[in-house]
């Protein structure tokens, strides 16, 4: 009896290892308060694990996705990150189906999220127009000037925004881990404890 | 610097090492493999793209 229960204690720590790594392991950051690493993550890419005191993670993620949603500002004319409160089933050629992606990027999107709020209940844009919906006269003008811009600035936000994502998710729950063949062999060594008995 | 007439390519160029970089990161803590895995990453998706365009220009060439 002694045996199989220290089998079951040292295949349950195994177990556990897996899942969880000490803390002085490279591979388990201290995630602090996952929550609100979570929002800053999304607030401003690459603050929340800075606030995690990853460092370097910070500033992969930070570059890349600031980077990408920049790049797709510029290319775009800065035109292709705007919002309107429309329903998506009554006007689906205005609604921003992109602009739901490219809001994960956070704090870049929030001017976007104002404009189309004081369009909606009627009010002059702020800020000089800027990231307000632009007129259908200027998004038709729009194609012919920069053509495939339009789109790939489009793409480029909107990848940014999904990038965002996988970080935020990252500062939430520290880095993808997968199961590995080893707790396999933790969960056998359980049963020839367990045969030892009878 | 007027990027209305640069190459597709040189936009796909640009967001194949970003989205990368940003998955290995995900999978990973230590820089050096981070750093490893984007770039292995970005050459797997290159060689994927090279080899398909080669593919069409073989076919078209045909």
């Known amino acids: 009896m002694d045996g199989n229960g220290k089998n079951q204690d040292l295949s349950g720590l195994k177990i556990e290892d897996m899942s969880s790594p000490s803390a002085d392991s490279p591979e388990s950051p201290d995630l602090r308060n996952p929550v609100k690493a979570a929002l800053l993550a999304w607030l401003f890419p690459g603050l929340g694990h800075l606030y995690q005191r990853r460092y370097f993670k910070a500033f992969v993620f930070g570059s890349c996705v600031i980077g990408l949603y920049l790049t797709g500002l510029w290319v775009g004319r800065g035109m292709v990150v705007y919002w309107t409160w429309v329903n998506p089933l009554r006007d689906s050629e205005n609604f921003r189906l992109s602009f739901i992606f490219q809001s994960f990027v956070g704090g870049f999107t929030f001017p976007g999220m104002v404009q189309g709020l004081l369009l909606y209940v009627n009010k002059a844009p702020i800020l000089g127009g800027w990231m307000a919906a632009p007129s259908q006269e200027v998004v038709n003008g729009l194609h012919p000037k920069i053509g495939k811009l339009v789109e790939i600035g489009t793409v480029y936000t909107a990848v940014a925004g999904l990038l965002n994502m996988l970080a935020i998710m990252d500062a939430f729950g520290g880095p993808v881990r997968y199961a590995e063949p080893e707790v396999a062999q933790a969960t056998e060594t359980v049963n020839p404890a367990g045969a030892e008995t009878k | ?62």
């Open chain 2, 1 to 62: 610097m007027n990027p209305v007439n640069w190459n597709s390519y040189v936009f796909l160029a640009a967001i194949v090492p970003a989205i990368s970089a940003v998955y290995a990161a995900t999978r990973s803590e230590v820089p050096g493999v981070i750093v490893i895995n984007a770039i292995a990453l970005s050459l797997k998706i290159f060689g994927t793209l090279f080899f398909v365009t080669a593919i069409l220009l073989l076919i078209n060439a045909w």
